[in-house]
């Protein structure tokens, strides 16, 4: 099998291909190595050199033996080293295995490699001073998006046809818009975060995966998805196997259409009319398409959020030893001063606002089954231009300008409910624009169904990056 070959395929179509015995394991293997080689080497995806072997996986799994990468987001996999994107991590290495990471390796997926993010994974870009610049294959001059940037360029490229990734705010959402992938954030409680975080980022953080196909998506939510021993909560099973839902029929739908921030951001023109076009084509299906949204507090919103970021330094400061402030990024040092500057009381000021949106988001579903939205307010933009991690910026001001350019994805982060981002939209200049689609707490069901209707009716498969494995033959 050639890398051309391989890039061409999702990870069903691998999948198949092995167990029909027309290509073998290694053949498919050592066509990955080579495309993962050629695709970082352009675009930066990677935090170190393609694995010497897979780490140990299932062969006989849902994915035997279907190349797969994790985020380097913080320990995953036993005896591999993190660092969070970071200068101040040396040498830590996971001590074991998460339980999601067990699932990956019980679905059969062949781990090859980490994944670029921003330090602390605190960004909507993929950029920072240990590991410089994740490119986006659409435009390398462009960001691939964030936090999981470096998942999302890889994948769009063709190097992996699906990779771990994780979502505090957006991060598998944004990423997956920027380089025209399918990202899904599941539901709060769906995958577990065992065992070492009962909540991570107090409940508004979320592990899963980028794809390019809905049925790869769906596939894997069967393989993880449930709860870990000792979890706190979890949410509903599902009726029947998430890969049943691909071919079922969504029923009639009420659809809400916004393309208003609830930030008050303004939208880029382009990116509005991809979400409209979107629901035109849903009331063509026999949808009810009006326009509506949530009653969203965006102050309450960026509260929770605040409470989120305090979170997340605790990651860096419960890490082994404590990291040497010289070596960290601005932003970074600036928010460990905050995380230790928090109190009890604003801690629980922040839980009560995350209460709040909650609140209000899941009473917009009781009459309404689907809302759609754009994901990003701008087009992927220009490397340097969404970082704001060295110019002095306040926690909160450095919060507002990263949600300027993704105002609609972080709502959903604290109110729990299932969101995924389509590449159903496309730029004048070529560029992807992600159309997101949030359903009611615990319906990644409704979700799948309805974006398989949209991939047979707006399909994205055909359309590949300038930089793609599938052009290097």
Not at 219 to 226: N, T
């Amino acid at each position: 099998m050639e890398p051309y070959e391989y890039a061409r395929q999702d990870a069903t179509g691998l999948r198949d291909l092995i167990r029909r015995g027309e290509v073998t394991a290694a053949e498919v293997e050592s066509a990955a190595r080579r495309a993962l080689e050629w695709a970082d080497a352009r675009l930066n995806g990677l935090t170190m050199p393609v694995f010497e072997r897979a780490l140990d996986h299932s062969g006989d799994g849902p994915f035997g033996d279907v190349p797969f990468l994790i985020k380097d987001h913080g320990p995953v996999a036993e005896g591999v080293p993190f660092t969070i994107g970071s200068n101040a991590l040396h040498g830590v290495v996971a001590h074991h295995d998460t339980d999601l990471m067990r699932r990956f390796r019980a679905a059969g997926l062949a781990t090859l490699g980490v994944t670029t993010v921003p330090e602390m994974v605190m960004d909507f870009a993929t950029e920072s001073a240990r590991y410089g610049v994740t490119r986006n294959p659409w435009d390398p001059e462009l960001g691939a998006g964030g936090s999981s940037g470096g998942a999302a360029a890889l994948v769009a490229a063709g190097a992996v046809p699906l990779a771990h990734a994780s979502d505090g705010a957006g991060s598998i959402r944004v990423p997956a818009s920027c380089c025209g992938l399918v990202g899904l954030k599941p539901s709060r409680g769906r995958v577990t975060s065992g065992p070492d975080m009962g909540e991570p980022m107090f409940g508004m953080a979320y592990e899963f995966a980028l794809t390019r196909t809905v049925r790869d998506v769906a596939r894997l939510l069967d393989a993880v998805h449930g709860p870990g021993v000792g979890d706190k909560y979890t949410a509903p099973p599902p009726r029947r196997p998430y890969s049943a839902e691909v071919s079922a029929g969504p029923g009639v739908l009420r659809v809400a259409v916004t393309t208003e921030a609830w930030s008050g951001a303004a939208v880029d023109p382009e990116v509005a009319a991809a979400a409209v076009a979107v629901g035109a084509v849903l009331e063509e299906m026999g949808h009810r398409v009006t326009c509506g949204s949530p009653v969203v507090d965006w102050e309450a919103a960026m509260r929770a959020m605040e409470t989120q970021a305090v979170a997340i330094a605790s990651t860096m400061l419960l890490a082994p030893g404590e990291p040497d402030p010289a070596k960290l990024e601005g932003q970074t040092r600036r928010l460990l001063q905050v995380a230790r500057e928090t109190s009890a009381l604003d801690l629980i000021v922040g839980f009560h606002a995350q209460n709040q949106v909650t609140r209000s988001v899941s009473a917009f579903f009781t009459d309404h089954d689907l809302l759609v939205t754009p994901v990003l307010a701008r087009l992927p933009a220009p490397h340097g231009t969404v970082r704001y991690g060295e110019d002095g910026l306040t926690l909160t001001e450095r919060l507002r300008r990263i949600f300027d350019f993704g105002p609609f994805t972080m709502v959903f982060n604290v109110s729990g409910h299932p969101a995924i981002s389509l590449p159903l939209g496309w730029s004048e200049g070529g560029l992807p624009i992600g159309v997101q689609f949030v359903a009611p707490y615990g319906r990644e069901d409704l979700l799948l169904r309805i974006a398989a209707r949209l991939e047979e009716a707006m399909p994205w498969r055909g359309r590949l990056p300038g930089i793609s494995v599938a052009h290097s033959g």
